[in-house]
């Protein structure tokens, strides 16, 4: 089946720092991905959707200068955390998308764990 | 705006019983609904996804129904072993890929 690599899984930064987390669909091409965030104890929260070659479009309360979003490519979207601080240690995972209105591809990354020191 | 509720918040169970996992949503306009497994500090696993147009979905011990009109889906567990204690996350989904999920139910499986 279609599969969906994040990259890496675990990241571990010093405050003030930048750190970039990749999706890739691996074998088919993503016209959308969705970037999620998960607080401790909380549920998936979506953050932004991001369409290849567009800018991406922000969830309300989601800093799109804080959180920079690149989808250059229908098989990598990437999502940078800029000066990073400890509030932004979280879990962040991707999902990749094939066409509009499709039953079947829709697809999930494994995750990043985020820990700003 | 989407909003998923999953009752309970956390369910614990001795070995071998049979669970019932609720999920609700309140707009009905999904084009399908995913059940997720996600274990402490890990990512998502997929265990089962239902079709806007089917009412349930099995794999092994699991079986998922949907109610769209009503806005409900359950996710039964049968013979629940030990090794199924994770939390266990609802998601409906857009026909555009958006998802929604909801707070999860924490499920311990006692030996």
Request: proline residues 4%; hydrophobic residues 35%; glycine residues 8%.
């Amino acid at each position: 089946g279609a599969v969906v690599s994040q990259h890496p899984s675990r990241v571990i930064c010093k405050s003030g720092t930048s750190v970039k987390i990749e999706c890739r669909s691996l074998d088919f091409q993503a016209t959308t991905m969705f970037w999620y965030r998960q607080f401790p104890k909380q549920s998936l929260m979506l953050m932004a959707t991001s369409n290849e070659g567009s800018k991406a479009t922000y969830e309300q309360g989601v800093e799109k200068d804080k959180f920079l979003i690149n989808h250059a490519s229908l098989t990598l979207s990437t999502l940078t955390v800029t000066s990073a601080h400890p509030e932004d240690s979280s879990f962040y995972i991707c999902s990749a998308t094939g066409q509009i209105a499709t039953n079947e591809k829709l697809f999930f990354g494994s995750g990043t764990q985020l820990s700003v020191l | 705006k989407q909003e998923v509720t999953q009752i309970p918040a956390a369910l614990s169970v001795p070995e071998g019983e049979n669970l019932v996992l609720n999920c609700s949503f309140t707009d009905s306009a999904i084009y399908n609904l995913q059940w997720f497994r996600q274990d402490p500090g890990k990512g998502l696993t997929s265990l089962l996804l239902i079709q806007s147009s089917q009412r349930e979905q099995t794999s092994g011990r699991l079986n998922a129904s949907l109610d769209k009109s009503s806005g409900r889906s359950t996710l039964y567990i049968a013979a629940s072993q030990p090794g199924d204690s994770a939390t266990y996350l609802c998601a409906p989904h857009t026909n555009a890929g958006k998802s929604t999920f909801g707070d999860g139910t924490t499920l311990t499986v006692k030996p």
